[in-house]
């Protein structure tokens, strides 16, 4: 028999199950009336490992108190305890003198029922120094990715990664097998992680580890969600552990004390604790009660749960929520799904709790209220609420005052109360959705910088100008104005970056934002005519400027944004150009738009026609032939003006761009940097590419009335036409596709799409690129909607064509096959 010591790690607040641990160290917090823990130490016993210590940091007297040294549950516990953050690591090497073995370190607020001696003799027979247990999960971003290669050593870690760098579906269940020497790297008292700091560094020195792969039950309790079904899944018997209680029919435990009325509906699955009370009402399916509670005549109580000593009165209705200890709800009240209320908090009669709402430990709320936003802090619950690049949603369904409100403080809690300077288009939907979201800073003692009917390059240029932290602007869709689209920026002007996205959405999520007094509270600054600045600037970068005035350039300007057109026109015409536009009124579709642009200058004679976009960033250009330039040639376009127009060594560009431009660089002596596809790396890349205050290649791609100014004086200086530009781009063959797919098959097929093909035809950057010396194809999973991009390009049109298909075909069939 094979034995080892035990390190629980119960030092977690549990800050995304609040309000559930305001007054719980998240190991305590119940799963079917036992404290999560518990099922842990029990599991460790199962298999023979009963020398265990247990880390502790967070309330640390509550998990001492319940479990003493062990006894009840035949195993002997010491406790360590951090007087600061050490990490996950350093929490262990903080218990120096007892790994002086082989020891499991498994987390206190998780529950598994893992098969450990099957784990310790394949740690044993793979003779590693570090086994981690892995687990498949559909959809691994909310978790750290392991990729092992087919003897299941450890090749690569990817933490709580994006859809596009999803190689595998493997995660790190955080319950590792490790020899103690490894610990070494690091000295008692030093605050490291295992799976950033530690575990790296192993794979750097090539020390064996490996992961083994469980099929046994495993859940993260990390969120509310996964709080309650992991107890669901506990009452379907989806887990081996023990329920206590008498087992009175199949699916219904009932424990001992209990008074359960004649006419009592309990619908199975259904757990209730010891001493609580059940008149004539209705409990289940999924419910899960505690000790010593009451449930009066004609209530309803269905996928819920109710921890101790709580009651609910008559004719309430308690759907899908969590009620906390002693908390009393009274008669006629409506609590809706996913809605948490803390600790000793009372509802009075006729109360509704909309879905979603957190309500905070002792509060008291008055007959007939209607609970729509969290009790104390007044925000929206969110998990994920960044697409690409922005939030987006429809006003008032999505797009809340309350919840811009929250995105206001959440922004000014991160930048620790910084200057932001906030735009929007001045539409109905936007003033209401900026005047909260300036409220929400100043709550949270920010100090807000106002520029009317703006657009994004221009608040971009603010924030820099300003030396703000940051910037927001506000944005409705031309063709549907109640879609409201919101850019967060940084104190560079590119877009936040996706670990600044997720802070964000955890402090949504809490609700937990920086408050300030009144007295420290201050006023918005508006700046009227910032506009004109933004021109100056942009022209005071042209260099042949009165080359320009003398040439007479003409343009063509097209865009469904008024603001758009008008900022465009005084631009060019202060550089000296004429510019004709037309009303993009009745024109709904792309093609329209690009149609009549094309008709502007060929009939006008213009040097070129550009249709720029909404937010002002992309440009799809008309040539003086009437040829179209579109987006993705308009990339390649601009790398090749900012390399005419700067000496530079190294150019930027997307990971899912053709490779052509390789090919264009090397005329000009210049490195080609490919960076991920999301905006905020892709703009960050070229700022930090430059230490000049104008970087051409960031103006060409995110600002497009700077971007013409940069074009024309180009074409002014070289005696250029915009076909002349356009013909030096080499033809490419370059596909692009979207396939649907549900979320919890991305891991799965990129994982199938690896393990196919050979290693050295695969780059592992972004997705999953495929290649042979004729072309290559990129899948993609993308990061706000069920689908693949597939991206794929050729050494001809037929060559691309048949990569496309390939692959699509190769895509549909792995889908196909799962859901067969």
């Given at each position: 028999?094979i ?5 629980i ?16 160290p998240?190991p305590?917090?119940?799963i079917?009336?036992k404290?999560?823990?518990e ?5 460790l ?5 009963t020398?265990v210590a247990v ?6 007297e509550?998990?001492t108190?319940y479990f ?6 035949g ?7 951090e ?6 690591g ?14 499991i ?7 598994t029922?893992l ?8 740690h044993?027979?793979k003779r590693?120094k570090?086994?981690?247990?892995l687990k498949?999960?559909p959809e691994?971003?909310?978790y750290?990715?392991?990729?092992t ?9 990817l ?7 999803v190689?595998?579906?493997t995660?790190n269940?955080?319950i590792?097998?490790i020899?103690p ?26 020390i064996?580890m490996?992961?083994y792969?469980?099929e046994?039950y ?9 709080y309650k079904?992991?107890?669901f ?6 887990v081996?552990?023990?329920?206590e209680?008498?087992k009175?029919t199949d699916?219904?435990?009932?424990g001992?004390?209990?008074r359960?009325h004649e006419?009592?509906e ?6 209730i604790?010891r001493?609580?009370?059940?008149a ?9 009660i505690?000790?010593?509670c009451?449930?009066?005549?004609a209530?309803s ?17 308690f759907?899908?929520?969590v ?6 709800i009274?008669?006629k ?14 509802l ?10 957190k309500i905070?430990?002792h509060?008291k709320?008055?007959?007939k ?14 998990k ?6 922005d939030i987006s949603g ?10 811009a ?7 000014a809690?991160?930048?620790k ?9 001045q539409?109905n ?6 005047s909260s979201?300036?409220t ?10 106002y ?7 221009m608040?971009?240029f ?9 910037g927001?602007?506000i944005?409705t869709?031309?063709?549907?104005k109640?879609?409201?689209?919101i850019d ?6 590119a877009?936040?970056?996706r670990?600044?996205e997720?802070?964000m ?8 934002f ?5 007295d420290?509270m201050?006023?918005t600054?508006t700046?009227?005519?910032f506009s ?6 942009g022209?005071d970068?042209i260099?042949?400027?009165d080359?320009?005035?003398?040439s007479?350039i003409?343009?063509a300007?097209?865009?469904?944004s008024?603001?758009?057109i ?17 009303s ?5 579709s ?10 502007q ?8 026609g ?6 002002g960033?992309?440009?799809?250009i008309v040539?003086d032939?009437g ?7 308009y ?9 005419k127009?700067e ?17 264009m660089?090397e ?11 999301n905006?905020?790396?892709?703009m960050n890349?070229?700022l ?10 960031y ?35 370059y596909l692009k596709?979207?396939?649907p797919c549900?979320w919890?098959?991305?891991?799965r097929?990129?994982k ?6 050979r ?16 072309g290559?194809a ?6 706000e ?6 991206y ?12 496309s298909?390939?692959f699509?075909?190769?895509i549909?069939?792995l889908?196909?096959?799962q859901?067969?």
């Open positions: 028999m034995t080892i010591k035990g390190i790690m119960a030092g977690g607040k549990g800050t995304r199950l609040r309000p559930l641990t305001c007054s719980l998240k305590m917090v119940p079917i009336n404290p999560v823990m099922y842990t130490v029990k599991l016993k199962n298999h023979n490992i020398d880390t502790t940091a967070y309330l640390p509550l998990i108190e003493k040294g062990g006894e009840e549950w195993v002997h516990l010491s406790y360590y305890m007087d600061h953050p050490l990490g996950t350093g929490s262990v090497r903080n218990a120096e003198e007892y790994i002086d073995e082989t020891f370190v498994i987390s206190g607020d998780a529950l029922d098969n450990i001696t099957d784990a310790i003799e394949y044993r027979r590693a570090v086994t981690l247990v498949r999960e691994p971003i909310e750290g990715v392991v990729i290669n087919h003897e299941g050593r450890i090749t690569r870690f933490e709580k990664p994006s859809w596009g760098e190689f595998s579906n995660v269940t955080g590792y097998i020899e020497e490894v610990m070494n790297y690091y000295s008692k008292g030093d605050n490291f992680d295992f799976s950033k700091d530690l575990f790296p560094k192993l794979l750097k020195d090539h064996p490996y992961g792969i469980t046994d495993w859940c993260d309790i990390g969120d509310l969600k996964s079904e992991t107890q899944d506990i009452l379907e018997g989806k081996k552990v023990e329920i209680g008498n009175i699916g219904v435990w009932i001992e004390g209990t359960v006419d009592a309990i619908i199975p699955p259904a757990y604790g001493d609580s009370s059940i004539p009402c209705k409990i289940g399916p999924y419910a899960v505690s000790d010593n009451i449930i009066e005549r209530a109580f269905k996928k819920a749960i109710m921890w101790k000593d709580s009651k609910i009165a008559e004719e309430t209705h759907s899908g929520g009620a906390c200890n002693k908390v009393d009274k008669s009240v409506n609590f809706l799904e996913n809605a948490v209320i803390g600790e000793g908090s009372m009075s009669e006729g109360v509704m709790v909309k879905p979603d709402i905070w430990p509060k709320v008055e007959a209220t209607v609970i729509n936003q969290n009790l104390i802090w007044g925000t929206k619950a969110s994920t609420v960044f697409g690409y690049r429809y006003l008032n369904l999505d797009i809340t005052p309350e919840f409100v929250g995105m206001g403080s959440a922004f809690t991160i930048l109360g910084g200057t932001i300077v906030v735009s929007d288009d539409t939907g936007s003033f209401i959705v900026r979201i300036i929400g800073i100043h709550a949270s003692g920010g100090q807000a910088i520029l009317p009917n703006s657009i994004i390059p608040n971009r603010a924030v820099k100008y300003h030396q703000a932290d940051g927001i602007h944005r869709d031309y063709l549907d109640n879609k409201i689209y967060f920026i940084d104190k560079n002007g877009n936040i970056s670990s600044k997720r802070e959405e955890n402090l949504l999520n809490r609700g937990d920086s408050r300030c007094n009144a420290r201050r006023q600054v700046i009227e005519n004109s600045l933004y021109i100056k600037k022209i970068f260099e042949n400027q080359k320009i005035k003398h007479q003409k343009v300007v097209a865009s469904n008024a603001t758009q008008r900022l465009t026109k005084e631009y060019l015409h202060q550089l000296g150009c004429r510019v004709e536009d037309y993009s009124k009745g024109l709904n792309m093609e329209e738009h690009i149609e009549n642009l094309k008709n200058v060929l009939e006008k004679k213009a040097n070129f550009a249709l720029i976009s909404e937010n960033e992309d440009i799809i040539d032939h040829n179209l330039i579109d987006l993705d040639k990339l390649l376009l601009a790398a090749l003006i900012a390399m127009k000496s530079k060594d190294a150019i930027v560009l997307p990971y899912t761009a053709p490779n052509i431009l390789e090919r660089a005329n000009y002596k210049v490195e080609v940097k490919r960076t991920k596809s905006p905020s790396s892709i890349e070229m930090s590419l430059t230490d000049e205050s104008f970087p051409i290649q103006v060409l791609n995110y600002n497009a009335v700077w971007a013409m100014g940069i074009i024309i004086d180009l074409i002014v200086a070289k005696d250029l036409k915009i076909s002349d530009l356009a013909e030096e781009i080499p033809n490419y063959y596709e979207e396939i549900d919890k098959d991305k891991g097929v990129i199938e799409l690896i393990a196919e093909n290693e050295e035809d695969l780059e592992l950057f972004e997705g999953v690129k495929i290649k042979d010396d004729k290559w990129l899948i993609l999973p993308d990061h909607k069920p689908i693949f991009k597939l794929t390009e050729g050494f001809s049109e037929e060559y691309a064509q048949e990569l298909g390939f699509s075909k190769k549909k069939d889908l196909g096959n859901r067969q």
